[in-house]
């Protein structure tokens, strides 16, 4: 197979940026443990603590309300877990990682509708709140990984608080790529990963707004405060730390790539006036682009990319593979046939015009390529 030279799935995973690849091998040279009191482990600890100093700058948080956990997923499920038998109420766009924890952990979760855009129905949320026969958890992710949709957290939070509930953000896409601020918008518990912004696999947080007690899923020695026990990962931690702050620095370099996102979809719909831009309506990520091209499953297209050298993704990568239309544009009612039709290109600080260029080529080669065989068939 051959590698992908152009690299359009930062959703997916980001590559790791040089200073953290940097970071990672300094520190995994030395020995340590950071519970060990001795200077080795003492100097392992501070790693691990100027790196959780910088995660909780990165959604202005307190340093000590950040539990580094093995990435996203961990996250998620302890936020819905270790909250303490609420009533669990999720969108339905947000991803396998607090869907699947939800469906399995309350018999009678709550699945809250998007409309068109994606974006959550608030008076579905309302009804479902004052209905509720115990405090509930509302978990709804800040940006879907998918089409990029942002949804309006801040209002959420002050409509479940309202309720008496406590609020979970999936912040694992936005973080990095937009400001995140935990305060402002108010919610009580948000997942990070650190390989979503040019940190290390497998390293992430969950971060809390406030004191809150949380019941942990993995008991053994006590780290992380009781919360989250297990020997740290002190080079991955500290990756992530280091991503973080560069991620912070960076912003306005994500922002920035809402021209070269908005050109390029301009130039597909220029070419394919049919083709549809989901989420489009809604405010978005800069970086993200989710597009059908009429007539051609996104298996196919992923496929044909490929073999150019440009990697992109067919719906969520966690879900590659199956051939399924993605359960984020089935929530937002698009048809199926059109559904299978979309794929997800997503930039990042490494694109460049040139790039965006090859990939419209490459794109509309495969569209006008794929109406000849429709006309001769
Ligand atoms: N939440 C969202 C919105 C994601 O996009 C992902 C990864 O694709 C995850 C959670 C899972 O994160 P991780 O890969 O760190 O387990």
Redesign the pocket.
Known sequence: MSEPHIYLDY??TAPARPEVIETVARVMARVGNASSVHGPGRAARQDVEAARAAVAALVGAEPRNVIFT?????S?NLALKGTGGRRLMVAATE?G??LAPALLHDAQAVILPVDGEGVIDLAALEQALAASDRPALVAV?LA??ETGVIQPVARIAAIAHAHGALVHC?A??SAGKIPVDIEALGVDLM?L?A??LGGP?GI?ALVLGHDLEIHAEIVGGGQEMGRRSGTENVAGIAGFGRAAALALAGLDGYRALATLRDGMERRLRGIAPQARVFGAGAERLPNTSCISMPGVRSDVQVMTFDLAGIAISAG???SSGKVSASHVLEAMGIPHDEAMTGVRVSLGWGSTAAEIDRFVEVWEELYRRSGRQADAA
């Open positions: 959703n997916a093995s990435g996203g997923t961990e998620d991803h990682a607090v992710m879907n990984n999936d694992v896409q997942s990963s390989h979503k696999q992430g969520s990568a966690c």
